[in-house]
């Protein structure tokens, strides 16, 4: 599997951000999905996950309210709407998808052995 992830960048605290994943090598049908980041010196961790096998969607504390994701089945695509950006939301962002996964929080918080993009860079500071 293969992801390719975009929209990250420099933004200013408050400021709104759009990430984009396209995933090649497998479908998004009926498969979790989960965007993960990592900052400096710091372990990844998950944001957000969802599964259509719990009907859930996962939000890390840290950013309930502010982020949302979504998922484009058709177009093998997910995205993570970032909104209020703070500046502890710096990192590295990646997204995943794995299959046969029920829980949407276990996902987002198990060691996933999976393949990784390059991931995007976010970086929030004024």
């Known amino acids: 599997v293969q992801y390719v992830e975009s929209g990250g960048g420099l933004v200013q605290p408050g400021g709104s951000l759009r990430l984009s994943c396209v995933v090649s090598?497998?479908?998004?049908?009926?498969?979790?999905i989960g965007w993960f980041r990592q900052a400096p010196g710091m372990e990844r961790e998950g944001v957000s996950c969802s599964t259509p096998r719990d009907g859930n969607t996962y939000y890390a504390d840290s950013v309930k309210g502010r982020f949302t994701i979504s998922r484009d089945n058709a177009k093998n695509t997910v995205s993570l709407q970032m909104n209020s950006l703070k500046p502890e939301d710096t990192a590295v962002y990646y997204c995943?998808?794995?299959?046969?996964?029920?829980?949407?929080?276990?996902?987002?918080?198990?060691?996933?052995?999976?393949?990784w993009g390059r991931g995007t860079r976010v970086t929030v500071s004024s």
């Open positions: 090598g497998s479908t998004l049908n009926y498969a979790a």
């Open positions: 995943a998808t794995d299959s046969g996964v029920d829980d949407s929080a276990w996902y987002c918080n198990a060691k996933r052995f999976g393949s």
